[in-house]
């Protein structure tokens, strides 16, 4: 079935390492997203893309790193600048229309990351 | 950057009955979409319903609609008929027609009660 696909669901690491989170698409969409969700709070986003090596920062992408090396692919690295990286990240993809425009964002599970 | 707010953390609303949800945004572009989203205890994100900017009818589905006025920059969703799957976090979202960035507001908690 087509999708979005984040992996692991839970991720613990301990403080000062860098983490990557996994996100796959199967649906042929250019754009991609990555959002971090606080508890009781929204989306901020983190970084997006929309087309491959090539990708723009979103409100809080200090601590972030990403990659689009495969339209399928847009992994997203918590790297230990990162100050308070403990949360629940969201990763969504988007089909791109005539002139750029784009369509709903359909969403992954979700990867509750925990830094003790 | 496009800002979305969502004014009301919480809401209730009797099973059966009309809520109304609101969103307001912020932005200088004339080519935009916006969504609402819900987010059951599951955490998955379900696109409830969709709305381009350039269109003037507002947008229905099913027990769904919302309430666009562009000039206002006001996006409200209304729920008829409230049933209990509907209890889960409401966000409203804005994506731009320029560049794709997509922004979410804070969220509204819908609680239906029986």
């Known amino acids: 079935d087509g999708g979005i696909t984040q992996s692991p669901k839970y991720l613990f690491r301990k403080e000062g390492q860098n983490v990557t989170l996994s996100c796959e698409q199967n649906?042929?969409?250019?754009?991609m997203y990555w959002y971090r969700q606080d508890p009781g709070q929204g989306l901020r986003l983190i970084y997006y893309s929309q087309i491959v090596n090539d990708f723009q920062k979103g409100d809080i992408a200090e601590g972030y790193s990403v990659s689009r090396e495969k339209k399928e692919s847009f992994p997203l690295t918590v790297t230990s600048a990162q100050k308070n990286p403990t949360a629940f990240y969201l990763c969504a993809s988007s089909k791109l229309g005539q002139g750029g425009r784009s369509m709903e964002a359909f969403f992954g599970q979700g990867t509750r990351l925990t830094v003790v | 950057a496009q800002t979305v707010t969502q004014s009301q953390p919480e809401m209730s609303v009797q099973e059966a009955e009309t809520v109304t949800l609101s969103c307001t945004y912020d932005t200088s572009e004339s080519d935009y979409y916006l969504f609402w989203y819900k987010q059951p205890p599951s955490r998955q994100m379900i696109l409830v319903i969709r709305q381009e900017a350039y269109k003037q009818q507002n947008a229905t589905e099913n027990r769904f609609s919302v309430n666009f006025q562009k000039a206002a920059k006001s996006f409200s969703l209304k729920i008829s008929d409230s049933q209990l799957g509907d209890a889960a976090m409401y966000f409203c979202a804005y994506r731009s027609g320029n560049n794709n960035d997509m922004r979410f507001g804070a969220g509204t908690r819908l609680t239906v009660k029986p």
């Open positions: 649906l042929n969409h250019d754009a």
